[in-house]
């Protein structure tokens, strides 16, 4: 399934035949709610096709490997979040928002850091500085210049993958940028409050010449973290692995207690900015609270 929208489901076939279909019932409910990347069954209307192309009915799910709700899709092999360094602001914390919940799915994750163009050399020392050490793979880009636009397609090539990260920083201009052919509308960034203007308005799965296949999803900026437990989110840092367990409490939760083994790491191995952002998520979710 490479696209919904309206009450239509664009179905691709193996050998890349298009499909507009209609969905049964059951699909377009609850969990089984038809998502982009589904695998499904469908049946092809006879007759001749109709005004839209060829028609046909999706009749049947086949079970999810995995699945995102934000943005919303499944089956995919990698998470590659995009963020601009400039226009607008890099997010360091939204960035870590998604890995916890890329960490709880499962996915392999990468960083990339889109508009290098726009920093100048002492800025972009700053953050390289800022970054290191850093748990993911970060990808520098600049769909402007063409600078990494190999190293990002080395990532995508033979895998399925998702771009997210908010409106404007350029998820779309990389796609074009890596294949033209794709002419995907790209927007503005407004003067004012340098943001984007939420140009993608649909999730899309894309084949890529080099046999990868990459979802384009709309901006967003707000993520919250619904079904997560206090306790678990220290196993989705996956720097804080090799001490947990090594604390002076068992139940350690890494914050105030005293001999913590992740909290003498930080600043070493652990990312004082990482560690920061999961001292701000404990809390949020000790406080219920929605982001
Ligand atoms: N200077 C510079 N501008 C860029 C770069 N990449 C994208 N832009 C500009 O940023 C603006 C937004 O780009 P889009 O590709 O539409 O961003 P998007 O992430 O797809 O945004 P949504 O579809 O709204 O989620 C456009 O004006 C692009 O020309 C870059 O590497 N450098
Ligand atoms: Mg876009
Ligand atoms: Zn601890």
Not at 194 to 215: I, P
Request: a positive charge.
């Amino acid at each position: 399934m490479v696209k919904a929208a309206g009450g239509f489901f664009t179905v691709r076939t193996g050998s890349g035949e298009e499909y507009h279909c209609k969905a049964r019932g059951l699909l377009k409910r609850g969990n089984s709610a038809l998502m982009v990347g589904d695998r499904v069954i469908f049946k092809p209307d006879q007759g001749p096709a109709g005004a839209s192309g060829q028609e046909g009915v999706v009749e049947k799910l086949i079970p999810r490997k995995n699945r995102l709700n934000r943005p919303p899709v499944s089956n995919i092999d990698q998470l590659v979040i995009i963020m601009s360094l400039k226009d607008p602001e890099c997010d360091w914390q939204l960035i870590s928002r998604m890995l916890v919940l890329a960490e709880k799915e499962n996915l392999k994750s990468f960083v990339c850091l889109n508009k290098v163009d726009l920093l100048d050399q002492e800025n972009l020392n700053a953050i390289i500085a800022k970054v290191n050490p850093y748990p993911y793979p970060l990808i520098f880009t600049s769909a402007k210049t063409g600078s990494g636009l190999d190293k990002l397609n080395k990532t995508l090539k033979g895998n399925c993958s998702v771009f997210a990260g908010p409106s404007g920083v350029g998820k779309s201009s990389l796609l074009n940028a890596m294949q033209p052919g794709l002419k995907l509308k790209t927007g503005i960034v407004s003067d004012k409050i340098r943001r984007g203007k939420h140009t993608t308005r649909q999730v899309e799965l894309l084949a890529l010449d080099n046999g990868g296949s990459v979802v384009d999803t709309p901006g967003f900026t707000r993520l919250d973290f619904q079904d997560l437990d206090q306790e678990e989110l220290s196993s989705y840092f996956p720097e804080f692995e090799p001490f947990l367990g090594k604390c002076g409490f068992r139940n350690c939760m890494h914050l105030t207690e005293p001999k913590c083994a992740v909290v003498s790491e930080v600043g070493n191995s652990i990312n004082p900015m990482r560690y920061e952002h999961y001292r701000y998520f404990t809390d949020e979710l000790s406080k219920g609270e929605v982001y």
